[in-house]
């Protein structure tokens, strides 16, 4: 029974996509409790990823995506992953090596590099200097987009 009950595990532990180690961090329900936001002041940033894996290479952020990767992550995939390994660093003062994004046909270690932290506050600032702008234009033809922009209540330019 316990060998079944280890092979059950493991198979749903792959099927997370989850590293080797000790699960800290959960953003699922099924798992218990869901924890706090991470939150960082200086940037108004606040995340929390899908899971927060901890073993001898740090601590690894993963998020799980429901679809298939076609050729490569989307850039917003990047840097979501960057902005939990960056989180992670500010406010547990621990530098995550890597993060991983795990989609339903395979995983993908994205290294947390200076050049990829710096460019994510790049994008942070870029974007904050942007949301205080009035004329901003759609950059799309897809109502869904629309549906879930956060601007569309503003927006002189929603498709909705």
């Known amino acids: 029974m316990g060998v079944a009950l280890f092979w059950v595990s493991s198979r749903q532990r792959q ?3 989850l590293p080797p180690g000790k699960v800290i961090y959960s953003d699922h329900n099924q798992w218990g409790k869901v924890e706090t936001p991470l ?3 200086t940037f108004n940033l ?11 290479e ?5 998020e799980v995506k429901s679809r298939r990767l076609k050729a490569a992550p989307y850039d917003s ?3 979501q992953i960057a902005a939990y390994c960056f989180l992670i660093d500010q406010t547990l003062g621990i530098r995550p090596p890597f993060g991983i994004l795990h989609y339903s046909n ?6 947390y590099t200076r050049e990829l932290e710096q460019s994510l506050i790049d994008l942070i600032r870029e974007i904050r200097s942007q949301s205080r702008r ?4 759609r950059s799309h033809q897809s109502a869904n987009r629309c549906r879930g922009c956060g601007y569309n209540s503003i927006c002189d330019q929603a498709l909705i």
């Open 15 to 17: 099927s997370t996509g």
């Open 39 to 41: 939150y960082d002041p």
């Open 46 to 56: 606040t995340g929390k990823p899908d899971y927060l894996v901890e073993n001898q």
């Open 58 to 62: 740090g601590l690894i952020p993963v």
């Open 77 to 79: 995939h990047i840097y």
């Open 106 to 111: 395979q995983d993908i270690a994205i290294d």
């Open 134 to 137: 009035r004329d901003l234009d």
